[in-house]
């Protein structure tokens, strides 16, 4: 009966369709294989973290050099609880199946943004997978890791669009104790005033960060957090302009941290920095030393969030029908990837939303020309066309110094914020205000023929 079903819903499926899924399975097979058996990279590492932790001291690994907070090292445990390859092949086809949901929730959250008929669903999902290929098959090195932060992103966006605000707090908690910088999405809730998706965050953070007491004790938990609280702290007060990790990892070339390319083309470092690279095309643009640029940085991350919450200004009623939310969620989520002090080229899988947002925009009939149409492209080549595999491994460090894919996912950003529908809405919220004041002008109060012609309800919204 199960074999029947799959044989009807594939036979169902138009042709180009068919392909497009057996070349997307080839490839998680292939990946798999890699991930699972031949690949040795951070992984092994959350391994370690996940033993020190089941051994009472969770900071004890490498002299405590771990910066993840405790309740991603109770999940490490889990997974150094089991045989070495039984947790990356866990790990990778959780990664894939939740991959897959994420997509599924995202073309349900994306129909207001960015409508599009069925016929064309596949094919952006297609586009944005592809486009990100490099980006995805990276992180599926990783056996998925920041996949997993982008489905428990996308289930927490899921659930407010439904009104689950409790669910929906408990997924953004698992998020931000997964990795912190989602604590991000607070007080993006609060100026949305989403006050209760805010408020059960808030305690399935704390309820979530207790949790580790129940393996090492309370005391020990209590030293535990304390002890991250202390390091994240102190990693945040020695930042210089270009961001790095002190003791843990030094400033390093493939930081691709929304920091890490301001500081590239603010300031200018010397030939024993170990971000210079020694070669014909790698150019500085800025007399300013590390420290000089500092608040320069600063004060340009500053501006763009105040710009980017000017331009989110406004709450989400009805989540479900309002095309600003899924472009707003998206944003967040990428800038949950950005804003950490050490964000490697796979954890830049957390533009998914944003180039799907944009595959549905420049394919949906009668797509906008001019600059909405070539920066896709721009982005595009940069993601796919500067590998060091393709370009070769010297001038891929070059090409990485330039922050090039950081360029690529903000391009995506500034698309995603930037949809027809948004502006239309932005447009009729706006539009019975207007009308209301000329209606005010025209007809002043005790005229009797004050909203002659004018709607009944005009004044409404």
């Not at 460090?397 to 932005?426: G, H, M, Q």
Request: hydrophobic share 50%.
């Amino acid at each position: 009966m199960f074999v029947q079903s799959l044989s009807a819903i594939w036979s169902s499926w138009p042709r180009s369709t068919r392909w497009l899924a057996l070349v997307a399975a080839v490839a998680v097979v292939i990946a798999g294989i890699y991930g699972i058996f031949l690949r040795t990279n951070d992984f092994s590492v959350h391994l370690r973290y996940g033993e020190s932790f089941l051994w009472g001291n969770p900071y004890g690994f490498n002299d405590g050099t771990t910066f993840y907070p405790l309740g991603r090292l109770w999940l490490n445990a889990g997974l150094a609880s089991l045989n070495y390859y039984a947790s990356r092949a866990l790990c990778y086809v959780a990664a894939i199946a939740g991959l897959a949901l994420t997509m599924v929730m995202w073309q349900r959250m994306a129909a207001a943004a960015a409508p599009l008929p069925k016929e064309k669903w596949v094919p952006a999902i297609a586009w944005t997978l592809f486009v990100l290929s490099a980006l995805i098959i990276r992180d599926l090195d990783e056996c998925g890791l920041q996949l997993f932060l982008l489905f428990f992103l996308t289930a927490g966006g899921y659930c407010l669009v439904n009104r689950w605000h409790a669910l929906s707090g408990f997924w953004i908690a698992t998020a931000i104790v997964y990795k912190a910088t989602p604590v991000l999405f607070l007080p993006l809730l609060i100026w949305k005033r989403e006050w209760r998706a805010a408020a059960w965050t808030m305690v399935f953070t704390v309820v979530l960060s207790l949790l580790p007491a129940t393996y090492l004790g309370w005391q020990p938990m209590l030293d535990a957090h304390a002890f991250w609280l202390e390091r994240a702290s102190g990693i945040l007060d020695d930042q210089g302009a270009y961001p790095f990790v002190p003791g843990i990892e030094p400033p390093k070339v493939q930081n691709e941290s929304l920091k890490a390319l301001l500081a590239r083309y603010t300031a200018s470092y010397p030939e024993d920095h170990p971000i210079y690279v020694d070669h014909p095309l790698f150019f500085q643009f800025s007399p300013l030393s590390d420290q000089q640029a500092k608040p320069v940085v600063m004060g340009l991350i500053l501006l763009l969030g105040a710009a980017i919450a000017w331009r989110m200004r406004g709450g989400w009623p009805l989540p479900k029908e309002n095309p600003q939310f899924a472009a707003d969620w998206a944003t967040a989520c990428l800038f949950a990837a950005l804003m950490s002090p050490l964000c490697w080229r796979q954890h830049l899988v957390m533009a998914i939303p944003c180039a799907y947002l944009v595959a549905r925009e420049r394919l949906r009939p009668g797509a906008s020309g001019g600059w909405r149409k070539w920066l896709p492209v721009v982005a595009g080549v940069i993601l796919l066309g500067t590998r060091r595999e393709i370009v070769g491994d010297e001038l891929g460090i070059v090409l990485l110094s330039y922050k090039l894919d950081t360029l690529a996912v903000l391009f995506y950003v500034v698309l995603a914020l930037t949809l027809p529908s948004r502006n239309l809405a932005a447009g009729a919220a706006a539009e019975p205000r207007i009308l209301a004041r000329a209606a005010c002008k025209m007809w002043p109060p005790g005229s009797n023929d004050r909203g002659r012609g004018l709607p009944d309800k005009l004044g409404a919204g």
